[in-house]
């Protein structure tokens, strides 16, 4: 419902930040939308250069839309092969890259500004996207490889996908944890939703 609105707004020349006047219904549980990585590879393929690199760091790294357009040449650590900066709970992270993404990074690293976000130096014209630009071009390339019908995942379904998978291969949730950058284990274990057994009180124990 809130990708809707928000591509009402950007329908209709509203301001963005109108959307800050709406309240959030909570959601009763956690939502258990993953994006198969066969849709993913279709949305791939067609994506615009720039959504090929959003859509890369929010599926192999986690990050979250806020942080992919703020993105930058200074948050690639090419020597260990990392992303790393500030969550929203001023948490720092260090995130290996995929093989894939470090190609994608190496070639708009190269083009861009030493400041300048890399979603906008893909841009034609070099500016920062709007807070709907991403969703929209998203919402286009699903429409086109699926018959006209948007798909039922959206950017913040690949932090959760990268965050399920994750835990799928490891079983360790503090991994998990440190991917996504929460300060709290309870928060994390939303994301991973059914994937693992029933959360216990000795799971959120701090490490010694």
Known sequence: MQWELRLFILRNGINPATLGAFRKIARQGPRE???PDDEFELV???????LRLA???ARDTALRRSAIEQFTSGNVDWDHG???????NSARYRVPMTHRLREVLAGVCA??????????ALSHD????TACTLLWELRKAQQKQNH????EWSMHDLRRTAARQLYERTRDIRKVQRLLGHANLVS????????????????LERSA
């Open 33 to 35: 939308q993953l994006v």
């Open 44 to 50: 791939y393929a067609i994506a615009s250069n720039r």
């Open 55 to 57: 859509l890369l760091l």
């Open 82 to 88: 990392e992303i790393f900066g500030t969550t929203k």
């Open 111 to 120: 083009i861009a500004g030493k400041n300048e976000p890399l979603i906008a």
């Open 126 to 129: 070099r500016k920062p996207v």
């Open 148 to 151: 006209g019908e948007a798909m």
């Open 188 to 203: 994390t274990w939303w994301y991973i939703g059914n994937a693992g057994q029933v959360l216990t009180s000795t799971d």
